[in-house]
């Protein structure tokens, strides 16, 4: 599609589509999910490939965030839409006896999804399984960030799903700009908070509704602990720094709050954590992904870069401009007012912030817009208390990273700066979907006093 009357006459055909009821069946519905099922098994090793070249996604990782993650949504979408679609009865007030009340789930219509780049493939089908069983007509646009990603889903998914309600836009942001123009039902973004303000400045000129699910900077307090469980945390912690995307994922951990007494246990766990999980040869750093591209690899080294920064590096720091590979890299205490403490890191720079007192990262967090996830490591079960309600974000999980997002009864998104709607398992449906409100009365029973001339009612004014 590589014109404007192209993507012209693929919106008014998605339109068509829509309108021709085709995508309302449930029947219609369940195809397409099998469909995205077959797309992904039949395609797995091709898809492991992609990743790696793209990313340097190691399979297990690819199979854990991507592969797997969509299986798994397809699964349960197939297993719950029946119910997911089916109206909801309630109670009535006894005044309106005899009456029924019914929440039926509608689709939307016509809805755009837009990609981010680090799970090219999840941030693409995962939304597209809430918009299909919710029962709408699609429009994807994936990143232009993970070009060889990007043109598979385009040429694939037209072999698998149906064509003329399901349609992929390749392209960047003018692409993008050209297809925010049009009018949608629903704008699905997953991106930055810079790009959420336009998109949501391009929904306003046609009231559609949006949903963003945006980034920020995800907080780690952690707490002291007993040795045992230091350990367990400190992979949990390195995990959700470096083992998904490198750092280039929303819900990555991007810095961490620390008593200054405990600092040095810490990073001293990380360090060998690291090791570990990855070894310290830069030359062959194993089982982590790279940075996207030039650009974010420079944009990441500038940060290094910043003469305030430099001398508060306390592991790691090198770069592999060639392979794109920047070494797990720990910081320690660096200036609160520098760029790497302002600014979504977005990739494996780790700054650890020490505090007198770990109480004090409540303050510190809520000095800050407000995070998609804040993560707590402590046994401290006031402390926890105090976190939920003194704290606003997306999520909190304590004692791991990461693992909200696998879990389909949660709904996953952000607050405030950190975007708003959510997603994942029955929140997709309910994402793509309009409960429509119906009342339905009898004839039989009439309240006269209702109507006027209200003689009935003796009011003294
Ligand atoms: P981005 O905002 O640059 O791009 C996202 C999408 O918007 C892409 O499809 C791109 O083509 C389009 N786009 C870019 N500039 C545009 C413009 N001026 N007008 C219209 N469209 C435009 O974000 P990114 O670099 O792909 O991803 C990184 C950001 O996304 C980070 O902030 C990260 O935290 C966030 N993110 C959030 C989630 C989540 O689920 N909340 C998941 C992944 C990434």
């Known amino acids: 599609m590589d014109d404007d009357q192209g993507m012209r006459r693929s919106v008014e055909e998605l339109r068509q589509t829509f309108k021709s009821g085709k995508t309302r069946g449930v029947d219609w519905r369940k195809a397409q999910l099998r469909a995205i099922l077959r797309l992904i098994e039949e395609n797995e090793d091709n898809l492991f490939q992609l ?67 680090n799970f090219p493939i999840s941030l693409i ?11 709408n007509t ?57 790009v959420g303000k336009l998109v949501m400045a391009a929904a306003a000129k046609h009231l559609t509704p949006v949903t963003l699910e945006l980034g920020g900077k995800c907080p780690a307090i952690f707490d002291s602990l007993p040795n045992s469980d230091m350990k367990v945390a400190a992979k949990r ?46 030359r062959n750093l194993k089982n982590i992904s790279r ?19 430099a001398n508060c590096i306390v592991y790691g720091g090198s770069f592999d401009e060639k392979n794109l590979i920047i070494e797990p890299t ?52 006031i402390f926890k208390k105090q976190i939920l309600s003194e704290t606003s974000s997306g999520s909190v999980t304590f004692n791991d990273t990461m693992v909200q997002f696998a879990c389909d009864d949660l709904p996953f998104g952000g607050v405030g700066e950190s975007g708003f709607g959510r997603y994942h398992g029955k929140y997709s449906f309910d994402t793509f979907s309009h409960e429509k409100a119906v009342l339905e009365r009898s004839f039989y029973l009439e309240l006269e006093p209702r109507h006027p001339p209200w003689n009935v009612f003796k009011l003294e004014f």
């Open 237 to 282: 912690v390195a995990s959700g720094k470096w083992g998904a995307c490198c750092g280039q994922a929303c819900i990555g951990v991007d810095y961490m709050l620390v008593e200054q007494n405990f600092a040095t246990t810490l990073i001293e766990e990380l360090k060998k954590t690291i090791k570990m999980f990855y070894g310290d040869d830069m």
């Open 51 to 117: 990743l790696q070249s793209e990313l340097g996604k190691h399979p297990v990782e690819s199979y854990r965030d991507e592969i797997g993650i969509v299986k798994k949504s397809v699964d349960q979408a197939l297993s719950c839409i029946d119910q997911w679609m089916s109206p909801k009865k309630g109670w009535l007030p006894l005044l309106f006896f005899p009456a029924s009340r019914t929440m039926l789930p509608e689709p939307l219509g016509v809805v755009l999804i837009l990609g981010s780049w």
């Open 138 to 194: 699609v429009m994807l646009k994936p990143s232009e960030l993970a070009p060889n990603c990007a043109s598979f889903l385009a040429k694939i998914i037209p072999v698998y799903l149906d064509p003329k309600a399901i349609k992929v836009t390749e392209g960047g942001k003018e692409v993008s700009k050209q297809l925010l123009e049009f009018k949608w039902d629903k704008i699905f973004f997953t991106g930055s908070t810079k």
């Open 291 to 309: 940075i996207v591209n030039k650009v974010h690899f420079d944009r990441l080294r500038n940060l290094l870069e910043d003469p305030t920064i």
């Open 330 to 381: 720990i910081l320690l205490d660096p200036p609160l007012d520098s760029e790497i403490m302002n600014d979504e890191i977005f990739g494996p720079l780790l700054p650890i912030i020490t505090l007198d007192n770990i109480k004090e990262s409540i303050e510190f967090i809520n000095s800050k817009p407000k995070p998609l996830a804040l993560y707590a490591f402590t046994k401290n079960q």
């Open 125 to 135: 089908l995962d939304p597209l399984i809430g918009a299909i069983s919710a029962g």
